[in-house]
């Protein structure tokens, strides 16, 4: 395990295994869903240990801490040394459902569809 002071943002995520890519670690970091120290990051911005990255991955956030900082991708175990993961635990399959969603193929809404929505988001005209 590779120990500097410091190491890009987009490549400590994509070695810890946050991300599939490298690419796409940097991608997430220019579309502003990287944040160090809750500050935005871009893609070459260096991290340090005790550093808190908050990544947005498929609509939730990752939120860890740097206890190891490594550039070169690692397996699986050792990456899970290099972090402490403080993220939220995922909402439950009954919150998820309580969204409602339209049927497949149900075509654009109706104007009455349409005020409906806007009431329960609460955007009461």
Do not use: Y
């Not at 397996?75 to 899970?80: D, K, M, N, S, T």
């Not at 569809?113 to 005209?125: A, N, S, V």
């Amino acid at each position: 395990m590779e120990t500097t002071a410091s190491v890009r943002v987009d490549a400590w995520i994509w070695a810890v295994r946050l991300t599939k890519t490298r690419s796409a670690a940097a991608t997430a970091a220019r579309a502003g869903h990287v944040r160090v120290n809750g500050d935005r990051a871009k893609p070459a911005q260096p991290v340090r240990v005790g550093d808190e990255v908050r990544l947005r991955v498929a609509g939730f956030d990752r939120i860890v801490e740097v206890r190891a900082v490594i550039a070169k991708r690692v397996g699986a175990e050792v990456a899970a040394t290099c972090l402490i993961d403080r993220s939220p635990p995922p909402p439950t399959k009954e919150a998820m459902s309580a969204v409602p969603q339209r049927d497949r193929g149900a075509g654009r809404p109706t104007k009455r569809e349409r005020r409906d929505i806007d009431k329960l988001r609460g955007f009461e005209h």
